[in-house]
Structure formats: C-alpha cells, structure tokens
C-alpha cells in the first residue's frame, strides 16, 4: 500500500513542478452579482400568486351559502289565503267497505302530436315534447300506429288518432 502512496506523492510533485504545456491558466470563482433582492423578490411573487389561486380555488369548491335573512324580502314569499266557504264539499277517506263514490277527477287534456319521424323500419313521433314509438306510452295511452300524418292511441277501449296540423 505504501508503494501506491509514493508514487501518488510523486505525480503531484511532478505536476506542481512541470505545469502542462498549452494548458489555460486556472479558473478563478465565479463572483455573485447583485440579483439576490430580484431573486428573492421573485420567489415571494410566485408564492403569493400560488396562494391567491389556492384560496380562489377553495372558494370555488365551497358550498354556496344562502343569503342572511336581513336580505331578504318578508313580503317576497308570503301569500294571502282565502277562507274556503263551506259550501263546498268535503271529500275525506272513507273505509273501503262503505258504499261511497270516489271523487271523479277531471279528464286529462288532449294529447298534442308536435311532430312525426317516419321511417318504415322504426317510425316515431313526438307527443307531448316527448318522442315516442309504437308500443310506447304517452298520458295513459298506448301508441298502436305511427303513419306519415297520424299517430294512433289507444287506452282500453278508447281510440285516439292525432293528426299533424297543415
């Protein structure tokens, strides 16, 4: 090991004594300039800015709070009731062994056919704002026929046969 020793010791003397030649002279350190307040100024930005965005973020993501009820109008969601006269009949839930009559309910309006889809493979028709194709249900009936002018419906016995408006 000590043979390894002298002849390390040996190379660095050589190289003290005899610089190569040609070689550049030795560099010198590299001196800091003035930049450190810019640095520094630069590193609070972009941790402000992160921080502004973290917390808008955090907003976003918050549930919308209700407005304090000092805001709001009283008079805005408050209606006057009338007194019902009693003239009227009271229909209450009688026992399912008596021999009332249940209330009729008024008829359900029209259906309106808006448009018609036809296809010979899968016509459809637009009923209600709702498409709907043979076999399909629109306001109690059922959709038996769908033409290039008319759709028909049935419901039990009644039939309705809707036309599109010319």
């Not at 973020?57 to 408050?78: C, I, Y």
């Not at 808006?114 to 399909?136: E, K, N, W, Y």
Request: overall charge positive.
């Amino acid at each position: 090991m000590s043979l390894i020793n002298d002849a390390l010791k040996q190379a660095r003397q050589s190289q003290t004594n005899n610089p190569p030649s040609g070689s550049p002279p030795p560099l010198s350190p590299v001196v800091s300039s003035s930049r450190d307040g810019i640095n520094w100024f630069l590193l609070t930005l972009v941790i402000l800015l992160l921080a502004a965005a973290g917390f808008f973020f955090g907003l976003s993501l918050s549930k919308p709070t209700s407005l304090p009820p000092a805001t709001v109008s009283r008079h805005s969601f408050t209606r006057q009731i009338k007194p019902v006269s009693n003239s009227l009949p009271v229909i209450t839930n009688a026992p399912s062994d008596s021999n009332a009559v249940p209330a009729v309910l008024p008829p359900s309006p029209e259906p309106k056919l808006q448009g018609i889809l036809f296809d010979s493979a899968r016509p459809c028709a637009i009923v209600d704002g709702r498409t709907v194709f043979v076999g399909g249900h629109v306001g109690g009936f059922r959709v038996t026929a769908i033409s290039k002018s008319d759709v028909t419906l049935k419901n039990g016995t009644e039939t309705k046969v809707l036309r599109l408006d010319r």
